[in-house]
């Protein structure tokens, strides 16, 4: 299965600051990365798809403007929250579907700690 | 729109005891059924899985059959050992990957 890596693992930012999250497939390529996250004791919420080539497709109620994400290439996508605020302090983590896509295996990234001051 | 119940935790057991976690889901079409885990301080990774009806998914002692009639896919292991504690997520997939909301389990010595 995919490898799949995060960075930062951990990032503390102050408020109305931008912060970039990367999402890498070390050993698959990658036309759709997801984008979740994840509140204290609560389950994974998918925010948005990344497609390599073309927009992100975002899920209802996240702001598209806020969290901006950018499909690089076929190992890489971003995930930028701009001008972050303490509500965005979360758990975020990516994942990489198998060669079937979303109704296949999903390979996650390890997540990225953001806090918001 | 799909949805994925899961029996809330925590969980705490002793080593060698039976676990069981439930889970039912609600679907309109007819997805993939996944059982995720997360161990401390690490991300999510595949347990197992079943793609249609009457499917058994299995690994490492643990197993859950795709029951279409009674929409479930409960998770059973017969015999815990303490590097089972974990979360651990229901999940559904066709068009997009829901989750539960997650089980803590706890194996004690």
């Known amino acids: 299965g995919a490898v799949v890596s995060q960075h930062p693992s951990w990032v503390i930012c102050k408020s109305g600051t931008s912060v970039k999250i990367e999402c890498r497939s070390l050993d698959f390529q990658a036309t759709t990365m997801f984008w979740y996250r994840q509140f204290p004791k609560q389950s994974l919420m998918l925010m948005a798809t990344?497609?390599?080539?073309?927009?992100?497709?975002?899920e209802q109620g996240v702001e598209k403007d806020k969290f901006l994400i950018n499909h690089a290439s076929l190992t890489l996508s971003t995930l930028t929250v701009t001008s972050a605020h303490p509500e965005d302090s979360s758990f975020y983590i990516c994942?990489?579907?198998?060669?079937?896509?979303?109704?296949?295996?999903?390979?996650f990234g390890p997540g990225t700690r953001l806090t918001v001051l | 729109g799909n949805s994925v119940t899961q029996m809330e935790g925590p969980v705490t057991l002793s080593e060698e005891a039976f676990l069981t976690i439930n889970c039912t889901y609600t679907?309109?079409?007819?997805?993939?059924l996944f059982w995720y885990v997360q161990y401390p301080g690490e991300g999510l990774q595949l347990l197992l899985k079943?793609?249609?009806?009457?499917d058994k998914g299995s690994n490492k002692g643990f197993e859950a059959t795709y029951r279409k009639e009674t929409t479930s896919f409960h998770l059973e292991k017969g015999s815990v050992q303490v590097s089972d504690s974990a979360v651990y997520f229901c999940a559904l997939s066709d068009y997009k990957l829901s989750f539960g909301a997650g089980t803590t389990v706890t194996v004690r010595a």
């Open positions: 994942s990489v579907p198998g060669s079937s896509g979303i109704t296949d295996t999903q390979y």
């Open positions: 079943a793609t249609k009806a009457d």
């Open positions: 990344s497609n390599e080539g073309s927009k992100a497709t975002y």
């Open positions: 679907a309109t079409g007819y997805p993939s």
